[in-house]
Every structure is written in C-alpha cells, then in structure tokens.
C-alpha cells in the first residue's frame, strides 16, 4: 500500500461510471486516497466549481496539487504514477486500440437515444445492440479485454454498461444484453464480478436503478 503523503483525492460521485472507474484504478495500484462524494444531481458543491471550472463534472483527480478532469486523463496519469500493476497496454498498437474502444463506449453506448425514441423504441434498441455486438467479438475468446487480467478498457466498459447503463435499461424494462445473444460479454460481467476491487465500486443495485429511473425523466422532461 503506497504510503499516505501521496496527497490524493478524488471527488466523485457513487452512481457515476466515470469517477468508479478511478476508484477500480487506484485500488488496483494499491493507492490510499480521500474521496469527496458529489450528489450532482442536487447542485454542484463549490469545491467541485472550483476543481473543475470548464467542465462542472465528475470525476475530478488531485495529487500533490495537481488537478485532473476527465476519467480517460485520470487513468492513464495513475498507470504513469504508479506503475505496478500495470493499466493500459505497453504495446502501441494494442495500447491505442484500448483507447478507441474506451472511446467508442463513452460516446456512443449511452441509452439517451432510447429515451428519446417514444415509438421508435424498438428500433433504438436494435441499434444499441449493433454496437454492443461490436464489443462482443472484441472480448471473444478472452478473460478480460485485457486478456488475463483487468485493465484499462475493463474498466472504462465495466463500469458504464453492466454496472451502469444496464441499470438504466433496466429502469426501462430492456434487457439489453441477453446471456444467450451476448455469451462472451455476460461470461466477462462474470469474471469483473469476481474481483474486489470491481465489487468495491460496484453500486448498490437497487438505490442505482432507482437513481437511473430519475435519470431517465430528467432527460425525458428536458
């Protein structure tokens, strides 16, 4: 366990992907730190303004009076800090496939289209599912997408699509991704559920989905 003096904080928030996916990063390394919870959907504390002045979001990253925004930033500063237990891949190529793919989830796997889509519900669903089948084949034959052990894109879909927006689907009543048309992704939940460092950061399912429920008529109202 590295020692205390390393002086980091995170403020985060305990239903937002983004700042989970840290949380999974630092206790991997081993790295003791404070944490500063944020209730977003509330109002936005002045810490947090202050932090974080452009963006106004979590997570928000501070080491020795470093600031960082931006979970992607985040993890890649940790892995470089820290570097036992590595995150990202030391191959460039597999290293900037990990980052595309990171990419590819947090701007497009999000379910505010199936919000939108009223009566074309059905479709959106379909189209969701386009995309996921992409990340079926990459994870194919693999422990983790890292291969034997978790790593940086683990992390980054971890925690946004089964322990987040699978949740949210749920809030809808879609089951999004079905064992028996999604095989290698639900044999991949399985794996992550099985460390303690994702079942640390893994919120409580029921206050989630009812969090996400809120979610949905926030963007269905605005």
Same mark, same amino acid.
């Given at each position: 366990?590295?020692?205390?003096?390393?002086?980091?904080?995170?403020?985060?928030?305990?239903?937002?992907?983004?700042?989970?996916?840290?949380?999974?990063?630092?206790?991997?390394?081993?790295?003791?730190?404070?944490?500063?919870?944020?209730?977003?959907?509330?109002?936005?504390?002045?810490?947090?303004?202050?932090?974080?002045?452009?963006?106004?979001?979590?997570?928000?990253?501070?080491?020795?009076?470093?600031?960082?925004?931006?979970?992607?930033?985040?993890?890649?500063?940790?892995?470089?800090?820290?570097?036992?237990?590595?995150?990202?891949?030391?191959?460039?190529?597999?290293?900037?496939?990990?980052?595309?793919?990171?990419?590819?989830?947090?701007?497009?796997?999000?379910?505010?289209?199936?919000?939108?889509?009223? +009566?074309?519900? @059905?479709?959106? /669903?379909?189209?969701?599912?386009?995309?996921?089948?992409?990340?079926?084949? %990459?994870? #194919?034959? =693999?422990?983790?997408?890292?291969?034997?052990?978790?790593?940086?894109?683990?992390?980054?879909?971890?925690?946004?699509?089964?322990?987040?927006?699978?949740?949210?689907?749920?809030?809808?009543?879609?089951?999004?991704?079905?064992?028996?048309?999604?095989?290698?992704?639900?044999?991949?939940?399985? +794996?992550?559920? @099985?460390?303690? /460092?994702?079942?640390?950061?893994?919120?409580?399912?029921?206050?989630?989905? %009812?969090? #996400?429920? =809120?979610?949905?008529?926030?963007?269905?109202?605005?």
């Amino acid at each position: 366990m590295a020692a205390k003096e390393e002086d980091v904080k995170l403020i985060g928030s305990w239903a937002s992907p983004f700042s989970r996916r840290v949380e999974m990063a630092l206790k991997l390394k081993g790295v003791p730190y404070d944490y500063v919870d944020e209730d977003y959907l509330v109002a936005k504390s002045p810490l947090l303004l202050q932090l974080n002045p452009i963006y106004k979001k979590v997570p928000v990253f501070v080491h020795k009076g470093n600031i960082l925004p931006e979970s992607h930033l985040i993890l890649e500063y940790i892995d470089q800090t820290w570097t036992n237990n590595p995150i990202l891949p030391r191959d460039p190529y597999d290293k900037a496939m990990a980052r595309f793919w990171a990419k590819f989830v947090d701007e497009q796997a999000r379910f505010r289209s199936l919000v939108k889509a009223g +009566n074309r519900t @059905e479709a959106a /669903i379909e189209e969701t599912r386009e995309l996921i089948t992409f990340l079926e084949k %990459e994870i #194919m034959g =693999k422990k983790f997408f890292a291969r034997e052990t978790i790593g940086f894109l683990d992390m980054v879909v971890g925690s946004m699509i089964p322990f987040c927006l699978v949740r949210g689907w749920e809030s809808m009543g879609i089951d999004m991704i079905p064992e028996k048309k999604f095989p290698e992704l639900n044999k991949w939940i399985k +794996n992550l559920k @099985e460390l303690e /460092i994702v079942r640390e950061c893994i919120p409580h399912r029921e206050k989630h989905i %009812e969090h #996400m429920k =809120k979610i949905v008529e926030r963007m269905k109202s605005a």
